[in-house]
């Protein structure tokens, strides 16, 4: 590590710190924050169940947290700064506390809703496609599941097939980015940079880390010593803690008082 990039790499670890406050949360032996009766999260699970929208933020907000973990334990307890492997950490963790944001930001229950079952269908979907490479039997085909979802959107009065519409991980992190304050722009940039790193794109490379020219090469080939950047290191860390922390606060605001509304 160079001796400019330390002052980056203190703030990361800072930055890191409040995973522990996070880990607390999601423990199941510690003390967990239930859906008051009453709140807009009690009233979007009952219209969805029993698919509620509060076990799938959970869920989310779990995978975020342990994603962002492992990144501080390699960083912190192990003292390793990888070239690659923290951007798809970092990837895990931004991209399920975006699916979490992105279930809970909407002021409108009934686009929540309709977000809530577009997510199930994805689920439904992604494990028929596993589902048939092992050749598994089912009881029920996914046809007969997203129909189930179709019925839970037109009880509650809503398009049925909107609410089964296909859906891309682009499109749930850019929403996420607004309801988040970061702007689609910044979240749809931190997600791509660390899903072409995790995906070996040699353009996230160039973009995320250093490299120093070195001498002898032929003609028309660069020979290059790549280090990782630990300044634009803390940045990725610094977007995906920040859409974990509003992950949480909207799952408190939903979750809690008399939020109710149509």
Same mark, same amino acid.
């Given at each position: 590590?160079?001796?400019?990039?330390?002052?980056?790499?203190?703030?990361?670890?800072?930055?890191?710190?409040?995973?522990?406050?996070?880990?607390?949360?999601?423990?199941?032996?510690?003390?967990?924050?239930?859906?008051?009766?009453?709140?807009?999260?009690?009233?979007?699970?009952?219209?969805?169940?029993?698919?509620?929208?509060?076990?799938?933020?959970?869920?989310?907000?779990?995978?975020? +947290?342990? $994603? %962002?973990? !492992? /990144?501080?334990?390699? *960083? =912190?307890? &192990?003292? +390793?700064? $990888? %070239?690659? !492997? /923290?951007?798809?950490? *970092? =990837?895990? &963790?931004?991209?399920?506390?975006?699916? !979490?944001?992105?279930?809970?930001?909407?002021?409108?229950?009934?686009?929540?809703?309709?977000?809530?079952?577009?997510?199930?269908?994805?689920?439904?979907?992604?494990?028929?496609?596993?589902?048939?490479?092992?050749?598994?039997?089912?009881?029920?085909?996914?046809?007969?599941?997203?129909?189930?979802?179709?019925?839970?959107?037109?009880?509650?009065?809503?398009?049925?097939?909107?609410?089964?519409?296909?859906?891309?991980?682009?499109?749930?992190?850019?929403?996420?980015?607004?309801?988040?304050?970061?702007?689609?722009?910044?979240?749809?940039?931190?997600?791509?940079?660390?899903?072409?790193?995790?995906?070996?794109?040699?353009?996230?490379?160039?973009?995320?880390?250093?490299?120093?020219?070195?001498?002898?090469?032929?003609?028309?080939?660069?020979?290059?010593?790549?280090?990782?950047?630990?300044?634009?290191?803390?940045?990725?860390?610094?977007?995906?803690?920040?859409?974990?922390?509003?992950?949480?606060?909207?799952?408190?605001?939903?979750?809690?008082?008399?939020?109710?509304?149509?």
């Amino acid at each position: 590590m160079e001796e400019h990039e330390k002052p980056f790499f203190e703030a990361m670890l800072n930055v890191l710190d409040q995973v522990d406050t996070w880990r607390t949360r999601i423990d199941p032996d510690g003390p967990r924050r239930t859906v008051s009766a009453g709140s807009a999260l009690a009233g979007d699970d009952r219209r969805v169940s029993p698919y509620q929208t509060s076990h799938a933020v959970w869920v989310a907000l779990g995978h975020a +947290v342990d $994603h %962002l973990h !492992a /990144h501080r334990t390699v *960083l =912190r307890d &192990a003292g +390793v700064i $990888h %070239l690659y !492997a /923290h951007y798809s950490l *970092l =990837r895990g &963790a931004f991209e399920n506390a975006s699916t !979490a944001v992105w279930l809970l930001g909407p002021f409108s229950r009934s686009e929540r809703i309709v977000r809530r079952l577009r997510h199930l269908a994805a689920d439904i979907r992604n494990g028929e496609r596993v589902r048939e490479l092992l050749d598994a039997p089912t009881r029920r085909t996914a046809a007969e599941r997203l129909d189930d979802l179709k019925a839970i959107a037109r009880r509650c009065g809503l398009d049925d097939g909107a609410a089964t519409k296909r859906i891309a991980a682009t499109e749930i992190v850019q929403a996420a980015g607004e309801h988040a304050l970061m702007g689609e722009r910044v979240a749809q940039l931190v997600w791509s940079l660390c899903s072409g790193t995790a995906h070996g794109d040699f353009w996230s490379m160039v973009a995320l880390a250093d490299r120093i020219e070195l001498p002898g090469a032929p003609a028309g080939i660069s020979h290059a010593r790549v280090t990782a950047n630990v300044e634009r290191l803390y940045f990725l860390t610094y977007f995906a803690a920040a859409m974990i922390d509003r992950g949480w606060v909207l799952q408190d605001q939903r979750s809690t008082g008399l939020y109710e509304t149509p």
